[in-house]
């Protein structure tokens, strides 16, 4: 019996245009909802401001964030994985990076981050913050800098191309989920949220991350035509 072989080739520069025409067609959505909200005065149409708001929770924008960090999680396993077999350094700091993205997929679709704001914010004695006015930034900066130390020499060891393109992906994540939170924050306390320009900090807070997110996937998927060309996946029954 003779058994067909199927082939699927992946195109990092195709899918990352896919995603990122994904993300481009989600923002311009909610830019579009958010103005018909501020100013025309329709805040609603039938569910589809809140349906394609970035900046909303559990809609299309958080599911499509929810994929991307799962898509970079799952990346990181298979490098993980075939590290390993090769005997490569690093192993557990790949593996580190695969189950911190996965963690970062649950947070993004329950929001657990946000949870801290509340007491935070109590021990903080309930002031004016600033730009700490989302009192989560400031385990969040901190998280930053640790995980920055930790993962030091494993970037070091990174080939040069390699290192450059995680640091640019890791530099447009964070400055939009933290460096626009604080700008946001310190806006919010001083004019209040319910705002058009409140509602366009959060737009390009969401898509730094989401553009960040795919230049990440992308770099990882160059990571693997470069190393492995190809990868073969053999299922048993």
């Known amino acids: 019996m003779r058994i067909a072989i199927n082939q699927i080739s992946l195109n990092p520069t195709a899918i990352a245009r896919i995603l990122g025409t994904i993300a481009l067609l ?31 929770e559990q809609n299309v924008p958080t599911h499509f964030s929810v994929f991307l960090l799962l898509f970079a999680a799952l990346l990181l396993a298979i490098i993980t994985i075939l590290n390993r077999q090769q005997s490569m350094p690093h192993v557990s700091k790949w593996a580190i990076l695969a189950f911190g993205f996965l963690c970062m997929s649950f947070d993004e679709a329950l929001t657990v981050h ?8 109590w ?3 309930d002031r004016e913050l600033g730009i700490f006015y989302w009192t989560w930034v400031i385990p969040g ?17 990174l080939p040069a191309i390699v290192r450059r393109r995680f ?39 969401e898509s730094l991350e989401m553009v ?15 190393n492995y060309q190809e990868v073969r996946f053999r299922f048993e029954s």
């Not at 946000?114 to 914010?121: F, G, I, K």
């Not at 800098?145 to 993962?151: K, P, Y």
Request: hydrophobic share 55%.
């Open 123 to 125: 021990l903080l004695g």
């Open 26 to 56: 989600l923002v311009l959505a909610s830019v579009a909802g958010q103005y018909s909200k501020f100013v025309l005065g329709h805040g609603n149409l039938k569910g589809l401001v809140t349906l394609f708001n970035v900046d909303a």
């Open 167 to 205: 640091l640019i992906a890791a530099t447009i994540y964070i400055g939009g989920a933290i460096g626009f939170e604080l700008v946001g924050g310190r806006y919010i306390e001083l004019h209040g949220d319910q705002n058009l320009i409140v509602s366009m900090i959060a737009t390009v807070e």
């Open 212 to 226: 960040g997110l795919i230049y990440f996937i992308w770099a990882l998927l160059h990571y693997c035509a470069d």
């Open 141 to 157: 900066i901190l998280l930053v800098l640790v995980l920055g130390l930790f993962f030091q020499r494993f970037l070091l060891d």
């Open 114 to 121: 946000e949870s801290l704001v509340a007491p935070l914010r």
